[in-house]
T-cell receptor, first 113, second 115 residues
Framework: TQLLEQSPQFLSIQEGENLTVYCNSSSVFSSLQWYRQEPGEGPVLLVT?????EVKKLKRLTFQFGDARKDSSLHITAAQPGDTGLYLC?????????????FGTGTRLKVLA | DSGVTQTPKHLITATGQRVTLRCSPRSGDLSVYWYQQSLDQGLQFLIQYYNGEERAKGNILERFSAQQFPDLHSELNLSSLELGDSALYFCASSVMAGLSTDTQYFGPGTRLTVL
């Protein structure tokens, strides 16, 4: 079974600090997606990475897909209170020919003003 | 607003009961996905329908069932409810059949409380 482990589980930082969130698996993924979820709402897609080693930037957020496509990272520069939320990585899983879509364990980020 | 609607927003019921959650996908989307989110299990994929047909099945219990109707809306039926079924249930939709780069748009969720 393909699993996605995220670290850290919780992160509380001051406004203006930088941070990195990790998403790791022992299995290869054809792609990984990152979402942000705010309380009481559904997850919102931030980015999709497909190619090993790929780097994508979304304003102050930088996403990287590992060369072996088993891991990914999300780096936030100069965090702001509006970045507060639950960050989830996710990807398609095909085990024994069965297709599923799995989410990581999540990183709950709180940015203090 | 993602364009995906879910009803009801909140549902409180008793153990042993049966409930139906409803989802309307974004206009033009053919795929509907159902997820369960709880504090201890995180966000779990339950099932996916594409254009009326079951496309993929995840960790869905036998007490749960779903279907997608000709107008593409979907319903998730939960029966013989247990306390552990209390969770947020999300519906998502996408244009395609769930290709690895397909974007899923999530609805606001239905919070189910089983007493």
């Amino acid at each position: 079974t393909q699993l996605l482990e995220q670290s850290p589980q919780f992160l509380s930082i001051q406004e203006g600090e930088n941070l990195t969130v990790y998403c790791n698996s022992s299995s290869v993924f054809s792609s990984l997606q990152w979402y942000r979820q705010e309380p009481g709402e559904g997850p919102v897609l931030l980015v999709t990475v497909v190619t090993g080693g790929e780097v994508k930037k979304l304003k102050r957020l930088t996403f990287q897909f590992g060369d072996a496509r088993k891991d990914s990272s999300l780096h936030i520069t100069a965090a702001q209170p509006g970045d507060t939320g639950l960050y989830l990585c996710a990807g398609p899983s095909t085990t024994s020919g069965t297709y599923k879509y799995i989410f990581g364990t999540g990183t709950r980020l709180k940015v203090l003003a | 607003d993602s364009g995906v609607t879910q009803t009801p927003k909140h549902l409180i019921t008793a153990t042993g009961q049966r409930v139906t959650l409803r989802c309307s996908p974004r206009s033009g989307d053919l795929s509907v996905y159902w997820y369960q989110q709880s504090l201890d299990q995180g966000l779990q994929f339950l099932i996916q329908y594409y254009n009326g047909e079951e496309r993929a099945k995840g960790n869905i219990l036998e007490r749960f069932s779903a279907q997608q109707f000709p107008d593409l809306h979907s319903e998730l039926n939960l029966s013989s409810l247990e306390l552990g079924d209390s969770a947020l249930y999300f519906c998502a939709s996408s244009v395609m059949a769930g290709l690895s780069t397909d974007t899923q748009y999530f609805g606001p969720g239905t919070r189910l409380t089983v007493l």
